[in-house]
Structures are given as C-alpha cells and as structure tokens.
C-alpha cells in the first residue's frame, strides 16, 4: 500500500506541490500518512522511486531536500555548493551503489567538493552548519596540542572522503569493507597508545580523535579500529613477551594482519571473571576447549586474543591463537540490526592447541588484563561522542534546509531547544573525554573514573541521537539520512565494553569499598 501510494505521488501532484482535489478525495489515507511522517507530498527521496523506473537524472538545481541529499560535509577539497550535480540518472546511482570498490561519485568535485554530482545517497555527516565546528562549540582544539589536532584532520578527511560517500551499501547488506583495510592501516594511527614496534605511540587524546571522527561518519569501522588497537594490539602489548610483541604487533599496526579479542561467552558476557573456556596444560603448550560469542573481526581475523580459564589455578590466563588451528570454529551472527558492518561471530574452540610461546605471560588472572579493558572503555566513550556529533551536525544541516508551514524547522522553538540540548550534551561529553584522556597520560586514571566515563558518555550520546531522529520525523527512520543508522548503531556502543549498570556499579565499589555486583543470594 504505501509503495503504490510513494510511486503514485507524481499523479497526485498539482500545482504548487499540493495535492489535487480529486487525487485526494481518491487516497484518502494519504495527507494523513504525510502528517504523522512529517514529510511533504514532493519529498525528492519519495520521487526517486518513480525516476527509478523511469531511469530519469536529476539535474543541478536542486531544493532544500535535494541539496541536502547531495553532500551534508565540510568543503575540505572545495568550496562549492551542495546541490545535485547534471546528468547523473538515479538508476546509475543504484548500479554504482553496489560496487564494493568504487565510490560512485559524479562530476569533477568529488564526494565532498560541492560543484559536481554525486552517485551516493547517503549525506556525510556535516562539520556543521555554517562553522565547520558547529558541534566542537566550546572549541575543544584549543585544549588539545598541534599534533592532535593534526590527527582529528586528517581522519576527518579520509572519513569524509573514502568511507561516508559508500558506507551506506555496507550497512544494509551488512558487509565489511575489505578494501578499507589497507587505507585504514596507511592512516598509521592503528596501535594507538602503545610505543614501538611499529606503533605511533599516540597520546590518549590523539588516539580519542581519530576514533572518534571515525565514528562521526560510522560507529562500525571505529569499533573495527578499537578491536584491533585498544583490545587485542593492547593486550599484547602490555601483558606479552618480547618475542610476542616482536612477532605480532608490527604487522598488526599496519593492518597487514586482523585481530581478534574474544572474552565474552554464551553465558558469561557481563559476568566476565567467571569464563567456562578452558585452558589445560599439555607437554610444550596448551589445550583450549570451549565458546566465545560476539567476537569483532572474527570471520577474517588472523590472530585471536582468546581469554580462557587455567584449570590447574582457576585463573583467567590470556592466549594467542592463529586462525585456521585445528578445532577452531567460526560462525558469523545473522540478523542484527546495530552495528551491521562489524563481522561478531560465535567461535568454538575443540582441542585447539597453543604452544607454550603463545601464551600471554603477564596474563595470569583477570585482573592482569583490566588496564587494557579500561583503555578500551575510555575510547568506546569516545565512539558515542563522534556518533553524537555526526547525529548533531546533520540535523542542524537538515533543519535549516527542510521547510514546513513556510518556514525552516530550525525556526521553531521546540526545535531548537533540542539541537541545543544536543550541543550541549555534547560539549559535556567532549570535555569528560578530554579529561579521562588526560587522567590516562598521567597514570592517575583508575578502573572506576574509566567505567564512569563509559557508562556516563554512551547515555547522554544515547539521548544525543535519540533526539536528533526525532527532529528527523519520518525521515528519522530510513538510512538516506545518517540518523537512523546511528541511531540503531548507538544501541551497541551502549552496551559493549559493559553496560551502563555493569559500569555504574564499579563505580559505586570504588567510591562506598562494597560491591554490589553480584547478588547476596544466588537464586
């Protein structure tokens, strides 16, 4: 019905945008369809399906909609406009949509330059409305060095460039793309924190600006890149041995190899210290028995950091295990509707041997492996804050193009009091952020003031983007527009590296010395 009704609309349309008298009478569901969308009868994005069939281009001049579903990004490779470029036939688009390896981009401007057209239909997420730095509204740069700011540039441009321009396809196929790898690893911040080996040795705050203008335009590809360098690079790092870190993390920080942490178990996700993977001391190494479930990277990694109770000290020792090993199992999880680039698996691990030079020496209980956990939970806070601020920045964009009753939506009071509230969650999450960025470079952080951080950071961005699909109305609930997918995506960085209640009350253990994690009765 409401497909018939979308590729009727350009008979029911007469003069002025407004439906004809008698069109109207003949679907009487459709004005009030319009109403609770919010959306107008000559919503381009609607027409597409007609100029689909018809094989129809859409030509340069574009309205407030049409401009808007050219580009919403900065102008960092030219200053032009953002309307819809000539002679590029939305049938085109489509075909070029589905080619992993070509942006389909039109014209001579480029995926963010605004003269030429553009095959995509997926809006990179803006700077801003008029100041490129529209959502960093208390100038976060100023607190930050040369150097780090250098970094939050030069991923904003390869994000804006390279990946928002096709992500689109990725995500609704849920489909990794594989040929970012090697453009993610040239970036060179893969590694993060860690010194040496290869690695750039970056300050918390640098590496808390690429992630998170990685997540400005996509929260999957930021948490592919956390994987690899605050989980399993980390590990290594901290709690392997010379040779460990000279076999794996060179090759590992370009991105040559994929890794893998794989904790969390069917039964024990929240409940991490208490794993039932088994780790059995054998004659030169170790027998490992037992099942992981939401490993990232999993189906193609090439190195797994798996965490796996010892039964001779019922401790959580830490092992490094090639993909490939005999008894080692992978299935890919089917049907998820966040996070749908990130390949999570279920692993099975039958009998998989790991030579005594592949366990981690400094992993030796689950406390050993906290200071990477930690890390880990600090950058995911700082994933929320990049989703917020590509949530934030779209919408202003939007708002002030989209019209109704004759007038921008930014106009309205209602409206602008939530872009404000958005602004302002923002600004408090950044400043945090910073802060823990800072308390990590200094050695004063503790386990606590990071799981605050995480828990406090990912709600506010949770409202952040809430609110941002709302002022979206209909066009809030389709991907075209960058919102609803973060919106969806938002759910998962909300709860991995632990949820808000898991996270709340390790702050409430460190702050009252009792913990109130596990229950005083087991039912």
Same mark, same amino acid.
């Given at each position: 019905? =409401? ?209 998170? &203008? ?17 989980? =399993?690079?980390?590990?290594? =790092? ?79 020792? @830490?092992?490094?295990?090639? =993909? ?6 992978? @299935?890919?999880? &089917? ?65 002030? &193009? ?50 605050? @951080? ?9 409202? /952040?983007?809430?609110? @941002? ?42 702050? /009252? ?11």
């Amino acid at each position: 019905m =409401a497909r018939r009704i979308c590729d009727g609309l350009p008979q029911l349309r007469s003069g002025g945008g407004e439906l004809g008298g008698r069109a109207a009478r003949g679907f009487p569901g459709v004005l009030l369809l319009f109403r609770l969308l919010r959306v107008s009868p000559a919503l381009p994005h609607l027409r597409r399906r007609q100029q689909d069939k018809e094989g129809a281009g859409l030509g340069g001049g574009g309205g407030g909609e049409l401009e808007f579903l050219s580009v919403v990004a900065t102008q960092l490779q030219s200053g032009g406009g953002g309307g819809l470029g000539d002679g590029v036939g939305q049938g085109q688009q489509r075909s070029a949509l589905r080619q992993p390896e070509a942006p389909a981009v039109g014209g001579t401007g480029g995926a963010l330059g605004g003269g030429g057209g553009r095959g995509g239909r997926t809006p990179v997420p803006s700077s801003g409305g008029g100041d490129a730095r529209t959502s960093d509204y208390y100038q976060l740069d100023e607190l930050l060095t040369e150097h780090e700011n250098e970094w939050r540039a030069k991923v904003r441009q390869f994000m804006e460039k390279e990946v928002a321009p096709i992500i689109l396809q990725y995500w609704e196929t849920a489909e990794f793309p594989f040929h970012l790898i090697p453009k993610l690893g040239s970036l060179g911040f893969a590694g993060g924190i860690i010194k040496g080996y290869g690695c750039p040795g970056l300050s918390a705050a640098a590496y808390a600006m690429c992630i998170s &203008e990685t997540a400005r335009v996509d929260a999957s590809i930021a948490s592919f890149c956390l994987v690899q360098s605050c989980l =399993a690079m980390l590990s290594i =790092a901290q709690l392997g041995s010379e040779a460990q870190k000279e076999k794996y993390l060179p090759s590992l920080n370009k991105m040559h190899k994929v890794c893998v942490y794989a904790m969390t178990e069917p039964d024990h996700g929240s409940d991490a210290s208490t794993l039932s993977t088994t780790a059995r001391k054998v004659p030169g190494g170790w027998i490992l028995n037992g099942q992981k479930r939401w490993p990232a990277n999993s189906s193609f990694a090439d190195v797994f950091v798996v965490l796996a109770k010892n039964t001779s000290t019922n401790q959580i020792n @830490g092992f490094i295990v090639s =993909a490939g090993s005999p008894g080692l199992t992978i @299935g890919t999880i &089917e049907n998820k509707v966040s996070l749908r680039i990130v390949q999570n698996c279920d692993i099975v691990l039958e009998d998989v041997f790991v030579p005594d030079d592949d366990r981690l020496s400094g992993a030796n209980s689950f406390q050993d492996l906290v200071n990477a956990l930690s890390v880990a939970r600090v950058m995911v806070a700082w994933v929320g804050i990049g989703v917020a601020m590509g949530v934030h920045d779209t919408c202003l964009r939007y708002l002030g &193009e989209r019209k109704q009753f004759g007038a921008p939506l930014a106009a309205f009071q209602l409206n602008q009091e939530k872009l404000v509230r958005m602004l302002g969650n923002i600004q408090a999450m950044s400043l945090l952020g910073w802060r823990l960025c800072k308390l990590h470079d200094a050695g004063k952080i503790t386990v606590g003031q990071a799981s605050l @951080g995480k828990a406090w950071i990912t709600k506010q961005a949770r409202e /952040t983007v809430a609110l @941002g699909r709302e002022l979206l109305g209909g066009n809030g609930i389709v991907t075209d527009f960058h919102v609803a997918k973060a919106f969806c995506d938002m759910e998962s960085v909300y709860s991995y590296e632990g949820s808000y209640d898991v996270n709340a009350l390790i702050v409430a253990r460190e702050i /009252t010395g009792i913990s109130s994690i596990r229950p005083a009765s087991r039912l």
